[in-house]
């Protein structure tokens, strides 16, 4: 059984994705986790300590060691954006691995306090043309949110590039409560504290509406999700007015056919066949020749 950061450290490691962005990351629990060149985070809400942490352990690392280091902090009213870089000349050494708490900071990691929908208006800035080779969605868990975050990653998205999405199968209608009863389903008894949201109907939107993209659910720690650019295995037909209207039990009677649900045992073969990002495609010889 993996867990998100597995399945994502699959993908980066086989594609040899260098540019990684996390939509919504919490105490950074994946956020840190994940080895990557480049990492952006955004998330409304302060960084963690453990987050916060790692930064000052890696600026007082670099400090000590190269002269080349461009450390880069702006904090206003609102947003705070960190952003630890190693600017070496070729043929001076940084040692930007440094380790905190068993995690890594590499060579640029960066975050942005604001929301998905704010970074978006200044991601073309911040992302650049560079683009992101790998993101993944785990911000509101709000299946329209979820939509906008995956569109909107979908255009910063290099070729071959995966997106990931957190947290598309609920096991249960309680976990599935839509944002806006959120309040209400923690006064239940049966509350423990997993919230998935609706982001399964996020899942039956994009795969109603995006038949150029292939979706597949992994069923380990509440539905991983992975999306790439390509011909889908399958395809839904909801309108986005049926998908708003769609009950919980209807995810529960149709699973593997609305979340391309697979099991985790097929992940490797999976990741296996995704393209090696910067390889030109292969040519494949036509039928006959
Ligand atoms: C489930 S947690 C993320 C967990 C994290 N990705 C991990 O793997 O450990 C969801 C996060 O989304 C953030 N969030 C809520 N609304 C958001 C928004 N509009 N844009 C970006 N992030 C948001 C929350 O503050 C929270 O930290």
């Known amino acids: 059984m993996y867990n998100r950061a597995e399945v994502i450290q699959k993908i980066i490691d086989h594609t040899g994705a260098k540019r990684y962005l996390e939509i919504g990351v919490a ?19 302060r960084p ?10 890696v600026m007082a690392q670099s400090l000590n060691h190269t002269p080349a280091i461009h450390l880069g902090c702006n904090i206003d009213r609102t947003d705070i954006s960190i952003e630890v870089k190693n600017c070496s ?16 900071l590499q060579n640029s990691t960066q975050y942005y306090q604001m929301t998905s929908d704010d970074f978006f208006t200044q991601a073309d800035t911040i992302v650049g043309p560079l683009g992101i080779d790998v993101a993944f969605v785990d911000g509101l868990h709000e299946w329209k949110q979820a939509v906008r975050d995956v ?27 839509p944002f806006d009863r959120l309040e209400e389903a923690k006064k239940d008894p049966k509350w423990d504290g997993a919230w998935t949201g609706d982001v399964w109907k996020a899942v039956a939107w994009l795969r109603s509406a995006h ?19 390509g011909r889908p295995d399958s395809v839904l037909r909801y309108t986005r007015d049926e998908v708003a209207e769609l009950p919980y039990e209807k995810l529960d009677q149709n699973r593997s056919r609305i979340l391309n649900l ?23 010889e036509p039928a006959g020749a």
């Open 151 to 177: 569109e909107n990653c979908l255009r910063y998205l290099n070729n071959g590039g995966v997106i990931v999405m957190h947290d598309c199968s609920p096991i249960s209608e309680l976990i599935a409560t």
């Open 262 to 284: 697979k099991d985790p045992s097929n992940l490797d073969d999976f990741v296996a066949a995704l393209p090696v990002l910067g390889q030109p495609k292969e040519e494949v």
């Open 89 to 104: 000349q070729p043929g001076q050494s940084a040692d930007m691995n440094a380790e905190a708490e068993g995690t890594s």
């Open 211 to 229: 038949h150029d993209l292939r979706f597949t659910a992994f069923n380990c720690d509440w539905g991983v999700g992975v999306i790439t650019r």
């Open 27 to 45: 105490h950074a629990e994946t956020f840190l986790k994940v080895k990557v060149d480049h990492r952006i985070g955004v998330d409304p809400e």
């Open 48 to 57: 963690s300590q453990h987050l916060v942490n790692a930064f000052a352990q």
